[in-house]
C-alpha cells in the first residue's frame, strides 16, 4: 500500500498551487491532478507548464483521489467544503488558506475525515518556503508522512500545533515584508552613494543572504550581533539608535497587528 502511487487533487492553480506542483516534479510517488474555478485559461497554462492532468468535474474523479489540496481563498472554502463532505471517503484533505485550521476542517467535513494546515510562504516558489503544518484528530503516521513528502518539495518544515500555526504565520508568512522593507530602505541608501540601482540590490540582496546563512550555524542572533560590532564602534552607534527607536517594540506591535487582523479575517 505505501508503494502505492498517491493521487492528489489540487483544487485551485494560484501561485501556491504552482509552487507546490513545481515542487513535486520529481516525486514519483505522486500524481497530480488540478482544477479551479472555472479558468479553463489558467487550467490550460497548468497543463502546458507543468505536465499534469487538469479537469473541470473534480467531483467526478474522487474516487481515484488520496489526497486534497485546497490551494484556494479563506473565504471560499466554506461551499467546496460542503460539496466535498458529501463525497470524501478517507482521503486526506490538506488546505494552505490562512486561518482555516483543522478544527475549522473537521466540524464541516466530519465523518473523521483526517485533516491538515499548512503554511507556506511566498519563498515557496524558489523552494525556500518555511512550511508550517499542524494535523487534525485523525491523522494517522502515515498521512503525516505524506504531508511531509508533498511540502518537502518547496523548503523546510515544522510540525506545530494549531494555536502555534495561528500564533506564528505572523512571523513566518508576513515578517518577509518587513524584511523587504528594510531591504528597500538599505538599497535607496547605497544608490544614494552614486551606485546603480542594480548595484544596490545586488549588495542588499547578498547581505540578507549571508546574514539568513549565518543565522542558520544556530549561533545565537545576539553573539552574531557581536561579532559584527565592536564595544563602541560604528556598528553598535547604529545599534544604539534601533535601541532608542525600540526596535523590539516595534516588531512587537507589526507581529501582534498581524495577528488581529488575521483574526478578524477569519471569523
Known amino acids: 500500500m505505501e508503494n502505492k502511487e498517491k493521487r492528489v487533487l489540487f483544487i485551485g492553480a494560484g501561485r501556491m498551487a504552482q509552487a507546490m506542483i513545481e515542487g513535486l ?8 491532478l488540478v482544477t479551479n474555478n472555472g479558468n479553463k ?31 484556494m481563498p479563506p473565504e471560499v472554502h466554506k461551499p467546496i467544503l460542503n460539496e466535498l463532505a458529501q463525497l470524501l471517503d478517507g482521503q486526506l484533505v490538506i488546505t494552505v488558506a490562512a486561518g482555516i485550521g483543522p478544527t475549522f476542517l473537521e466540524k464541516h467535513l466530519g465523518n473523521k475525515t483526517p ?5 507556506p510562504n511566498t519563498a515557496a516558489k524558489l523552494g525556500e518556503s518555511i512550511t508550517l503544518y499542524a494535523t487534525g484528530e485523525f491523522v494517522s503516521q502515515e498521512h503525516v508522512g505524506w504531508i511531509e513528502r508533498l511540502i518537502s518539495g518547496i523548503g523546510e518544515f515544522e510540525k506545530v500545533t494549531e494555536q502555534q500555526v495561528h500564533e506564528l504565520t ?3 508568512g508576513s515578517a518577509p515584508a518587513f524584511i523587504y522593507r528594510v531591504a528597500e530602505a538599505l538599497e535607496q541608501i547605497a544608490v544614494e552613494t ?35 560590532a565592536t564595544p563602541g564602534g560604528s556598528t553598535a552607534a547604529g545599534l544604539d539608535v534601533l535601541e532608542e527607536k525600540h526596535l523590539n517594540q516595534i516588531i512587537h506591535l507589526a507581529i501582534d ?3 488581529n487582523k488575521a483574526k478578524v479575517g477569519t471569523n
Do not use: P
Open 115 to 119: 485533516v491538515a494546515w499548512a503554511i
Open 41 to 71: 485559461e489558467r487550467l490550460k497554462f497548468i497543463q502546458e507548464t507543468y505536465g499534469v492532468e487538469t479537469t473541470e468535474n473534480w467531483q467526478n474523479e474522487m474516487n481515484n483521489i488520496d489526497i486534497i489540496i485546497l490551494a
Open 170 to 172: 505572523a512571523v513566518t
Open 25 to 32: 516534479h520529481n516525486k514519483e510517488e505522486f500524481s497530480i
Open 194 to 228: 552614486g551606485v546603480t540601482k542594480d548595484q544596490a540590490r545586488k549588495m542588499v540582496a547578498q547581505m540578507i543572504f549571508g546574514s539568513a546563512a549565518m543565522l542558520k550555524t544556530n549561533i545565537e542572533a545576539n553573539e552574531l550581533v557581536n561579532q559584527v
Open 257 to 259: 497587528a498581524c495577528r
